[in-house]
């Protein structure tokens, strides 16, 4: 079982930053493919961006491209989030989630972290 703890959310103005952070349990983390989605009210949960075990392949929503990157270090089983030029369509709870095979399910979710980006 892994767990995983977002932090780092807040309240922003547009045009500032944020970074999130996950912390994950588990030696077998460095194994899993891991992503950020993000769920705003009234709309469905979208995959923001997604990194692979080593960090050396990332893709991201077309929304955030150039202004997001994901990152992850492996020794101290974190990943981050680095958020620049937020706006205010940013807002949403952010997720922090694994996948234990490539290309497959989601299988575990942390309880989200809330960003907020004032106009």
């Known amino acids: 079982q892994v767990q995983l703890v977002e932090s780092g959310g807040g309240l922003v103005q547009a045009g500032g930053s944020l970074r999130l952070s996950c912390a994950a349990s588990g030696r077998t983390f460095s194994t899993y493919t891991m992503g950020w989605f993000r769920q705003a009210p009234g709309k469905e949960r979208e995959l923001v961006a997604r990194i692979n075990w080593s960090g050396g392949s990332t893709d991201y929503a077309d929304s955030v491209k150039g202004r997001f990157t994901i990152s992850r270090d492996n020794a101290k089983n974190t990943v981050l989030l680095q958020m620049n030029s937020l706006k205010p369509e940013d807002t949403a709870v952010y997720y922090c989630?694994?996948?234990?095979?490539?290309?497959?399910?989601?299988?575990?979710w942390g309880q989200g972290t809330q960003v907020t980006v004032s106009s």
């Open positions: 989630t694994a996948q234990r095979i490539a290309g497959t399910r989601w299988d575990y």
